[in-house]
């Protein structure tokens, strides 16, 4: 089993930044991609961005390319996802998950990670 506990959410005006944290546990050995979602009442979970295990590959939505970075320390067994220039339509629950069946990319949908943090609360005021 692994666990993902996500921190760093919080209230910013718009053009601000925010760092959120993805802090695993357990099996952290089986992990390969990582993983950022977000998601608003009542829609369907959104891709933000994902990591290869290595921290080699990253791939982003295009709504957030130039604006946010995803990282990874493995020795801290930690994802982060740097936010910058960030706008009320950021504003949403953000998620990060973990992959365990290594994919031979890096995955992108829900369906296809494993494990989930809790959520963190990212709101963007104008």
């Known amino acids: 089993q692994v666990q993902l506990v996500e921190s760093g959410g919080g209230l910013v005006q718009a053009g601000g930044s925010l760092r959120l944290s993805c802090a695993a546990s357990g099996r952290t050995f089986s992990i390969s991609a990582m993983g950022w979602f977000r998601q608003l009442p009542g829609d369907e979970r959104e891709f933000v961005a994902a990591i290869s295990r290595s921290g080699v590959t990253t791939i982003y939505t295009d709504s957030v390319k130039g604006r946010f970075t995803i990282s990874r320390d493995n020795a801290k067994n930690t994802m982060y996802l740097q936010m910058n220039s960030l706008k009320p339509e950021d504003t949403a629950v953000y998620y990060c998950?973990?992959?365990?069946?290594?994919?031979?990319?890096?995955?992108?949908?829900?369906?296809?990670?494993?494990?989930w943090g809790q959520g963190t609360q990212v709101t963007v005021s104008s």
């Open positions: 998950a973990g992959d365990v069946k290594r994919y031979s990319r890096v995955p992108t949908t829900p369906g296809e990670y494993d494990y």
